[in-house]
């Protein structure tokens, strides 16, 4: 079954500090892996989009790292700010000719002052 | 400004009040789709339009319909809306269906079906 998981499911961190987010995937075939961003009450916008040969990319203090062999991607991001809190959605693109996603269910992600 | 919008964005009917949520697109892209968004739940597909005059089902039609008459329009429509299609739902556009291409978001509607 085509499955997208994320965790942690929340997470707490104070202004200034990293983390880093988690995505696993069954997705088959793949195509490409993204990140998005969903403020509440928001669309989601995307952050990265990662292809197969591609192990790390970039986002202003946004870094994605995607290890096909494993399935896994991270989220990293880097001096966290108030404006960060939001929910980060893992999605993987299956290469079906056409565009078929399949999302995670996200982690929701609140920097505290 | 490149932008999808929805509208409503908020809206709260009745069972069986037939429905229309609206969306467009300024950017000419040829793909475009609806999801809806539960608790606990990733995003799911319910129609997505390759082109005008292109539709097909997605992960979750049962109880939807849409057209594209035009290339900047998807309207979804619920013929018959039950409390079950309670939640919250996004446009999204791209400018092609191949797997690369970058899907854009509208902001969401917030339909409550009472």
């Known amino acids: 079954k085509n499955q997208v998981e994320q965790s942690p499911q929340s997470l707490i961190i104070l202004e200034g500090k990293n983390c880093t987010l988690q995505?696993?995937?069954?997705?088959?075939?793949?195509?490409?892996l993204r990140w998005y961003k969903q403020d509440t009450g928001r669309g989601p916008v995307s952050l990265t989009i990662?292809?197969?040969?591609?192990n790390t990319k970039s986002n202003g203090r946004y870094t994605a790292t995607l290890d096909a062999d494993t399935k896994q991607s991270s989220l990293h991001i880097t001096a966290s700010q108030l404006s960060d809190s939001a929910s980060y959605i893992c999605?993987?693109?299956?290469?079906?000719?056409?565009?078929?996603?399949?999302f995670g269910t996200g982690t929701r992600l609140l920097v505290s002052p | 400004e490149a932008q999808v919008t929805q509208n409503p964005r908020y809206l709260i009917t009745v069972t069986g009040k037939k429905l229309t949520v609206t969306c467009s697109q300024n950017?000419?892209?040829?793909?475009m789709s609806w999801y809806r968004q539960d608790p606990g739940l990733g995003l799911r597909q319910i129609y997505y339009?390759?082109?005008?005059?292109?539709?097909d089902k997605g992960d979750v039609p049962e109880g939807y319909k849409v057209s594209r008459k035009e290339k900047r329009n998807f309207p979804l429509i619920l013929e018959s809306p039950s409390p079950n299609q309670t939640s919250l739902y996004f446009c999204?556009?791209?400018?092609?269906?191949?797997?690369?291409?970058?899907?854009?978001f509208g902001p969401g509607t917030r339909l409550t079906v009472t």
């Open positions: 999605v993987v693109s299956m290469n079906t000719g056409f565009q078929k996603l399949v």
């Open positions: 990662m292809t197969f040969s591609e």
């Open positions: 995505c696993n995937y069954t997705v088959s075939p793949f195509s490409n």
């Open positions: 950017m000419n892209h040829e793909y």
């Open positions: 339009s390759m082109n005008v005059e292109v539709t």
């Open positions: 999204a556009s791209s400018l092609s269906a191949g797997t690369s291409y970058e899907q854009y």
